[in-house]
């Protein structure tokens, strides 16, 4: 197994990195390099422009506006643009619903949706999680009963992404009691501005508004808003988190957080000699740099599986777990290099405020603290580590 890029594949990168110095807006990528919070006019903006060159929808392939990237062409474009500090491309309609309706969806949706999600008209959020199902999703009871044309929704979900931009939600509803939880779930298109419906903001410990919940009282949504079969949502539940978990190694974000902990550990003194050479600071360094080189290998060997004998299986989970541990090392090693320096919260209008600290560091603490989600969501990783044991250690 050859785990070096092609000649086609290296050009391939030259020519995103051109594109990225060129079309990057620098006001965006400061933004990320600190790690300010984005807005909905930063993250739009960052997805027009990509949708111009025609590389928003990586995963989708050619007839339904896609680049027909291979995997590692994909990966090679999300590794630049990490490098890069680019906005990440919100998931929920282009790899999440997106990829669902290519499958699932009738042709009159895909007619209708796709184009909306490419344009940016339409933005999607996610509604499968509830205060009683996360880990155990097929115990979910929002109910949606058939009256007529039309399903009546009632309940609640949580954990909402960015559901405070959205337009649109699709969800996973509960449209039989008897039998299986599994086969009693079906998935839903709903329009956020139907009555009924009401979003309240969930507020983090790090002071951002990332997460809402969202509650469902007798909210009537026409039946050809049901994307599948009735009771086929299991399925199609499944399918979408096969993809919600694609890149969820991150080896761009964590190259990235590496070299800036370097350059901060270079920067920071400590009894008058750069922090990084401190023999226990740089031990820590180390151990974090060597579990990433060999996180970068397994990930090359996945595309490398993923391009030869189609989509891996159950050892991506091993990727969700080392990739989500690695950036999280990478925070608390950054937070404590800055000692007290990590401690104050500071709000956007303090953005680039210099009594503060260099800019770079003004986010240690908010970026370590938002970051403890990564080994949540997507699925946890005690989750993770029970499909591992269950699928390839046949526990
Ligand atoms: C920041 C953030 C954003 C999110 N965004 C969305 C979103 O947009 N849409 C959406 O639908 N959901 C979203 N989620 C929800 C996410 O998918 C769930 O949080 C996740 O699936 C875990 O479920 P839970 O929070 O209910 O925890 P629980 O399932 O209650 O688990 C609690 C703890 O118990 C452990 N545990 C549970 N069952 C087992 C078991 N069988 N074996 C071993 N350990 C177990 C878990 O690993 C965890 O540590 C988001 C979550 C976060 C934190």
Known sequence: ?????????????????????????????????????LDKDDMDRWHAILNAKGWLASGWPV?????????????????????????RIVPFGLAMLGPVLQKFGSKEQQDEILPRILDGSDWWCQGYSEPGAGSDLASLKTRAVRDGDHYVINGQKTWTTLGQFANKIFCLVRTKTDGKPQEGISFI????????????????????HEVNEVFFTDVRVPVENLVGEENQGW????????????????????????????????????????????????????????????????????LYRAQTQGQPGPETSILKIKGTVIRQTLNDLSRRALGPAAAPFPSEEMFGNAALGEPEDVYAAAKYFNNRKLSIFGGSNEIQRNILTKAMLEL
Do not use: C, Y
Not at 63 to 78: M, N, T
Not at 268 to 295: C, S, T
């Open 235 to 302: 399925t199609i539940a499944k399918f979408l988190l096969t993809h919600e978990r694609t890149n969820i190694a991150g080896v761009g974000f964590s190259m990235k957080a590496l070299e800036e902990l370097k350059a901060q550990a270079r920067r920071i003194k400590r009894g008058g000699r750069p922090l990084l050479e401190n023999p226990l600071f740089a031990a820590r360094v180390a151990d974090v740099e060597i579990e990433l080189e060999a996180m970068k290998i397994t990930n090359l060997r996945m």
């Open 63 to 87: 007839e339904f506006g896609g680049p027909g990237w291979s995997p590692v062409e994909k990966h090679i474009f999300e590794e630049e643009a990490a490098r890069a500090n680019a906005p």
């Open 189 to 208: 298109l709903v329009e956020l501005d139907t009555p009924g419906i009401e979003m309240r903001p969930i507020k983090l410990i790090e002071g951002g």
């Open 1 to 37: 197994m050859d785990l070096s890029f092609t000649d086609e594949e290296i050009a391939f990168r030259d020519e995103v990195r051109a594109f990225l110095d060129e079309n990057l807006p620098k006001d965006l990528s400061d933004k990320v390099r600190v790690g300010g919070e």
